[in-house]
């Protein structure tokens, strides 16, 4: 299984960034995606998941409105829409795989076997 993370970069507050997640070795729409995303020197932390079938989508309180979780299973691939970008969104962001069919989003790291190796995100004030 390989997760690849892309379109992260150097962005001003208020600004837009969209990041993908390609998924390959897997059957993609047996899976839920998440995204989490980790600053320096805290834990890493859920930002928005999406059940296989994407009827149904969950965020964290602090990107709520904000950002937004989508996916294409035609192309194996789970975005993540970002605007309003604050600098406190500056993160690696991570996409992360789960097989499950349940139409609820999990919101813990330690439920997800597959991680991406991470794009960094940089929102400048």
């Known amino acids: 299984v390989q997760l690849q993370a892309s379109g992260g970069g150097l962005v001003q507050a208020g600004g837009s960034l969209r990041l993908s997640c390609a998924a390959s070795?897997?059957?993609?729409?047996?899976?839920?995606m998440g995204w989490f995303r980790q600053a320096p020197g805290k834990e890493r932390e859920f930002v928005a998941g999406?059940?296989?079938?994407?009827?149904?989508?969950g965020y964290a309180d602090s990107v709520k409105g904000r950002f937004t979780i989508s996916r294409d299973n035609a192309k194996n691939t789970v975005y993540l829409q970002m605007n309003s970008l604050k600098p406190e969104d500056t993160a690696v962001y991570y996409c992360a795989a789960r097989h499950d069919s349940v139409r609820l989003v999990y919101r813990s790291a330690g439920n997800y076997g597959y991680w991406g190796q991470g794009t960094l995100v940089t929102v400048s004030s």
């Open positions: 999406i059940t296989r079938s994407g009827g149904t989508t």
């Open positions: 070795g897997l059957t993609f729409s047996m899976y839920m």
